[in-house]
């Protein structure tokens, strides 16, 4: 069984700060890995993913996350935060069999400061 | 762009009554999912159906079941509904193999009194 853990479960910084959000996974066969992004009172949005290839991906708004096989992480970063990033961020992990399901971490709140 | 769509973004019920959720996806995505989101607990699968007519239990499938008669329309249901099921419920739809991502539609904040 595949299983996600995000260490920090909330994680404040300041505007224009660098920022790293941690996520570990296990699982015994190939996976492919997603970062969402929840702003309050809305539903989950595709913010990356890692399906296969380069293990550095990145998103359209400047974050960028990398897939370490050996370490089994998929850290999300972003080199300047805005306060508009303010908002849950939640790893997830799905394996190459069966039905495409997803297990998620139990997420990350960024709260970003002035 | 991929649309999913809950009847209702909140919902207040009475403990004991029958509660539906309803979800639309217009995709033509196979999969879909019910997820039930609680503060420190993250998302917990609750059922998926990958085909009509279709269900597979998921993490926490007790005290709910599911129905899916048409590919574009899931519902969960809370047959008779009690205060530990107050929640955010989320529904997603994929294409049913491989490596997809998720769809989200925006939740329903059911609060059960």
């Known amino acids: 069984a595949q299983s996600v853990t995000q260490l920090d479960s909330q994680v404040p910084v300041f505007e224009e700060a660098p920022v790293e959000l941690r996520c570990n996974y296990s699982?015994?066969?190939?996976?492919?890995l997603f970062w969402y992004v929840q702003y309050p009172n809305q539903g989950l949005q595709l913010l990356l993913k890692?399906?296969?290839?380069?293990?550095l991906v990145e998103s359209i708004n400047g974050f960028e996350a990398e897939f370490n096989k050996s370490q089994t992480s998929f850290h999300l970063r972003k080199p300047s935060v805005h306060i508009s990033d303010t908002a849950e961020y939640f790893c997830?992990?799905?394996?190459?069999?069966?039905?495409?399901?997803?297990?998620f971490g139990k997420g990350t709140m960024l709260l970003v400061s002035p | 762009d991929v649309k999913v769509t809950q009847s209702s973004r909140y919902l207040v019920k009475r403990t004991g009554e029958k509660v539906f959720l309803e979800c639309v996806q217009d995709?033509?995505?196979?999969?879909m999912f019910w997820y039930r989101q609680d503060p420190g607990l993250g998302l917990r699968l609750i059922y998926f159906?990958?085909?009509?007519?279709?269900?597979e239990k998921g993490d926490i499938p007790e005290g709910y079941s599911v129905s899916r008669e048409k590919k574009e329309r899931f519902s969960l249901i809370l047959e008779s509904a009690s205060t530990n099921q107050t929640s955010m419920y989320l529904c997603?739809?994929?294409?049913?193999?491989?490596?997809?991502?998720?769809?989200f539609g925006p939740g329903t904040r059911l609060t059960v009194t």
């Open positions: 890692y399906l296969s290839g380069s293990t």
């Open positions: 159906s990958y085909d009509v007519k279709m269900k």
């Open positions: 997603a739809s994929s294409v049913r193999q491989g490596a997809h991502e998720q769809y």
């Open positions: 699982s015994s066969v190939s996976v492919y």
């Open positions: 997830a992990v799905g394996e190459n069999s069966g039905y495409s399901t997803l297990t």
């Open positions: 995709m033509d995505h196979e999969n």
